[in-house]
T-cell receptor, first 110, second 114 residues
C-alpha cells in the first residue's frame, strides 16, 4: 500500500457544483495533514491544514478520519478558478519529511 | 516578503552532462528542501537541510545527485551525469521549522534531459 493515495481524476464539474476528494494514508502514526493546491506549471501552495476536529475555510472543508486513515476535502460552489491539482500531504511524525500524494486534478467547467 | 527564489527556470541538457540548480529560501527559514516532481506525480523529497546540516537524504540518488547548503542559507543541487529519467521539475521549498509546518515552494526548475 502506498504511503499516500489519491484518485488522480480528472474530476470535471460544472460551476457551482460541490465536489469532494478523498485521500488515504498508510502510516497510522501520522500526525499532520495538509491539502496543497498546484496550478498547471506552477509550484504547490498550501491550501489548508487538516485538524482532527475538521476545519472550514470559506467554501473549503477538510475532514480527518483517523480510524479509517483518510482525509477529505470538500469544495462547495465550485468556481472556474478552483481548477487545479489538489495534493494530499501527510507528515508521519515529528521531524520526518512530508509525503505528497500524486494529486487529484479538478476541472471546473462553465 | 520575497518568496523562494530558484534559477534557472528551465534547462535542457543531453544525457551524461552535468547540471546545477540554485535556491535561495525565504529569509529566516532554517529548513530547506529539494523535491523532484515528475510529470503526473506528486513532489518527492530528495534532501532536507536544517541550517547547513542534512536531516534526510534517504531518497537522494547519491551516485549522481549531490546538494549542499554550506552557509545555511542558499543551496545548490547538482546532477552529474544526468540520465533521461532525471527529466522533471526540481522544486525548492523552505520552512521556519521542521515537521508539520507550512512549506513555501519556489517556482521550480524544469529540466529536460535529451
Amino acid at each position: 500500500r502506498k504511503e499516500v493515495e489519491q484518485d488522480p481524476g480528472p474530476f470535471n464539474v460544472p460551476e457551482g457544483a460541490t465536489v469532494a476528494f478523498n485521500c488515504t494514508y498508510s502510516n497510522s502514526a501520522s500526525q499532520s495533514f495538509f491539502w496543497y493546491r498546484q496550478d498547471c506549471r506552477k509550484e504547490p501552495k498550501l491550501l489548508m491544514s487538516v485538524y482532527s476536529s475538521g476545519n472550514e475555510d470559506g467554501r473549503f472543508t477538510a475532514q480527518l478520519n483517523r480510524a479509517s486513515q483518510y482525509i477529505s476535502l470538500l469544495i462547495r460552489d465550485s468556481k472556474l478558478s478552483d481548477s487545479a491539482t489538489y495534493l494530499c500531504v501527510v507528515d508521519s511524525s515529528g521531524n520526518t519529511p512530508l509525503v505528497f500524494g500524486k494529486g487529484t486534478r479538478l476541472s471546473v467547467i462553465a | 516578503e520575497a518568496g523562494v527564489a530558484q534559477s534557472p527556470r528551465y534547462k535542457i541538457i543531453e544525457k551524461r552532462q552535468s547540471v546545477a540548480f540554485w535556491c535561495n529560501p525565504i529569509s529566516g527559514h532554517a529548513t530547506l528542501y529539494w523535491y523532484q516532481q515528475i510529470l503526473g506525480q506528486g513532489p518527492k523529497l530528495l534532501i532536507q537541510f536544517q541550517n547547513n546540516g542534512v536531516v534526510d537524504d534517504s531518497q537522494l540518488p547519491k551516485d549522481r545527485f549531490s546538494a549542499e547548503r554550506l552557509k545555511g542559507v542558499d543551496s545548490t543541487l547538482k546532477i552529474q551525469p544526468a540520465k533521461l529519467e532525471d527529466s522533471a521539475v526540481y522544486l525548492c521549498a523552505s520552512s521556519l521549522g521542521q515537521g508539520g509546518v507550512t512549506q513555501y515552494f519556489g517556482p521550480g526548475t524544469r529540466l529536460l534531459v535529451l
